[in-house]
């Protein structure tokens, strides 16, 4: 799992957490692993077991105003006993200014303070978003993303065999590029994979003999989407005669990415062949598979019964018509 930085969490600009630092500046390299956050309560009462340093500490009005009701000495003892662990990072939320003790223990512990405006429920809410979407595993496949009647369709194959030219076909056909050549896959939980573009290559397509085109420039915004959950994957391959397809439909395969299984397709590639069609039918049934009507299981029943209607009537005829 990828790490954050307390300083890449202090320079974020678009994730409206509002944060400046207030103490503990050598302590922004602090890397934060998991995207949920705790709330100290406990911790600044003096029980510090429960504390998991490698979160988030969230210090709302209720926690210093506990920390004010408290004695100088409690108060002193347990900021102390609070700051002599590793925390990755404290918080104040509202605009709080934090007691002079915890500033000073900050700094010396190299502990990074941080204090935004927001209130906690607010806060906290936005930082678990923005944690969830930084930090869960991300990785890197190569093929262009489309949205087709809802459905993140990826399709995939060798370099040359018509990837970038089909998703072009779907797009005249009214739908939607998400990510052309690099798409960046990342797990959603509990168990869903968002695709996206890379910064550098957004909204364009490569198509070999046209050069770099920009699909939101020339088909308008309609023509693209930021990001898009990838329901299915079609690997485009060469036609090859000797090979066998699966011509019923009943045999589902399926790739693992990031864990999670994705229903796939082989769609073999030729020449006057439109794939672009073959694309559109393929996320149709995928619609219906997920809605539970699966056309070949449904088509397979049907013979199935067929067959055994025929065969009962054929052993009447040869034995008699006192069979059961």
């Keep these: 799992m990828p790490g954050l930085s307390i300083q890449e969490l202090l320079s974020e600009e678009n994730a409206g957490l509002d944060l400046e630092l207030l103490a503990g500046f050598p302590g922004l390299g602090n890397l934060i692993n998991v995207p949920r956050i705790q709330k100290p309560g406990l911790a600044l009462a003096g029980y510090t077991p429960s504390l998991h340093a490698d979160r988030i500490q969230v210090l709302g009005s209720t926690e210093l105003t506990y920390l004010g009701q408290l004695s100088q000495l409690d108060a002193e003892t347990n900021i102390r006993k609070l700051c002599d662990i590793a925390i ?93 050549d690099v798409v960046k896959a990342r797990l959603k939980l509990p168990a869903v994979i968002f695709g996206e573009g890379s910064d550098l290559l957004h909204y364009h397509m490569e198509i070999r003999g046209l050069g770099i085109l920009n699909i939101k420039h020339l088909f308008g915004v309609a023509a693209i989407r930021e990001r898009k959950k990838i329901d299915l994957i079609i690997e485009l391959v060469e036609w090859d005669s000797s090979a066998n397809y699966d011509r019923l439909g009943l045999e589902d395969q399926s790739h693992d990415v990031l864990g999670v299984s994705i229903p796939l397709l082989n769609i073999p590639v030729s020449p006057g062949r439109t794939v672009s069609s073959v694309v559109e039918v393929a996320a149709r049934n995928q619609l219906l598979k997920e809605m539970g009507y699966h056309s070949a299981l449904e088509f397979q029943d049907r013979l199935e019964k067929r067959m055994a209607e025929t065969a009962q009537l054929h052993a009447r005829e040869i034995i008699g018509g006192n069979i059961e």
């Design 88 to 180: 990755c990072c404290l918080i104040i939320t509202k605009g709080q200014n934090p007691p002079k003790l915890l500033l000073e223990e900050a700094e010396k512990k190299g502990i990074p303070l941080l204090r935004t405006h927001h209130q906690s429920s607010t806060f906290i809410s936005l930082i678990t978003q923005f944690l969830e979407e930084r930090l869960l595993p991300s990785k890197t496949l190569h093929g262009v993303l489309v949205d087709v009647f809802g459905v993140g369709v990826l399709l995939t194959g060798k370099s040359g065999i018509g990837k970038s030219e089909c998703a072009l076909d779907l797009i005249l056909r009214g739908h939607r590029l998400v990510a052309d």
